[in-house]
């Protein structure tokens, strides 16, 4: 069973960054699409980041700009560099695969951003 962990999430103002980066207990890592979701109080989990296994990346509208997606295969690692964080950007942040079957979800990262 594939574990993922995340790390890095914490309390910032807005327009401050955050570096979130998430661990997979998994050879072969490289093989996949690896997406950052995010979620909200009360609302469902959103993917908003991918990068493919060969490094395309692609992100949903309201973080273009501010978010980078990217990997390091080799310590079976994906990050999520945060800027300019916005008080809506508030929630538990996860990663996983873009596809399905998707692995066991980790606990999430907390980012919380005040205004």
């Known amino acids: 069973q594939v574990q993922l962990v995340e790390s890095g999430g914490g309390l910032v103002q807005a327009g401050g960054s955050l570096r979130l980066s998430c661990a997979a207990s998994r050879s072969g890592f490289s093989l996949f699409a690896m997406g950052w979701y995010r979620q909200a109080p009360g609302k469902q989990r959103d993917l908003v980041a991918t990068i493919t296994s060969g490094g395309s990346t692609d992100y949903t509208d309201s973080v273009k700009g501010r978010f980078t997606i990217s990997r390091d295969n080799a310590k079976t690692t994906v990050y999520l560099q945060m800027n300019s964080l916005k008080p809506e950007d508030t929630a538990v942040y996860y990663c996983?695969?873009?596809?399905?079957?998707?692995?066991?979800w980790g606990q999430g990262t907390q980012v919380t951003v005040s205004s």
């Open positions: 996983n695969r873009v596809y399905a079957p998707w692995w066991s």
